[in-house]
């Protein structure tokens, strides 16, 4: 079965004016939305920003995505593949490994420099009070990026 493509019209937005993340997740099984792109494949226009947010969207649920991993490419294939599908199953668009490796480690990024200071030690961060820790990523997961950020590799980088 084909899915039905939808075309997003450029002046599709919330009441504040930007592109809601959440209407991917509101489409049939059998729509997907286009996402235009540039010379360089690069997603462009509303449809692109939406695109984008949905990654960073999609990188923030544990559930999807894991963030205990040093590399993306470390991530096992169950976990890449199952977000591809994701992916693939709202929009019609190239293959979305690199984007969403790029946003692992952005995220990962921000959060290193949200919660890692000059002076923090590993076992205060293993201590964070529930209310102090970042709801977007599960207890098991929030271990390994703390062993992440300790880590002799990460340090070099």
């Known amino acids: 079965m084909n899915p039905s493509l939808i075309h997003i019209p450029d002046d599709f937005k919330d009441d504040k004016g930007i592109i809601n993340v959440n209407f991917p997740y509101k489409l049939v099984p059998s729509e997907r939305i286009i996402v235009p792109l540039n010379n360089l494949l690069q997603p462009i226009k509303k449809v692109g920003s939406l695109f984008n947010r949905f990654l960073a969207d999609i990188i923030k649920r544990p559930s999807l995505c894991p963030l205990n991993y040093e590399d993306w490419h470390l991530v096992p294939q169950c976990f890449r593949g199952r977000i591809i599908m994701f992916i693939r199953g709202k929009f019609l668009s190239p293959d979305g490994v690199q984007s969403v490796g790029e946003r692992v480690r952005g995220f990962k990024y921000f959060l ?30 929030w271990v390994g990026l703390v062993d992440y950020f300790f880590s002799e590799k990460f340090q070099v980088s």
């Open 112 to 141: 290193r420099c949200k919660y890692v200071k000059e002076d923090t030690i590993k076992e205060a961060l293993y201590n964070l009070e529930k209310n102090k820790c970042p709801s977007t990523v599960g207890d098991q997961m």
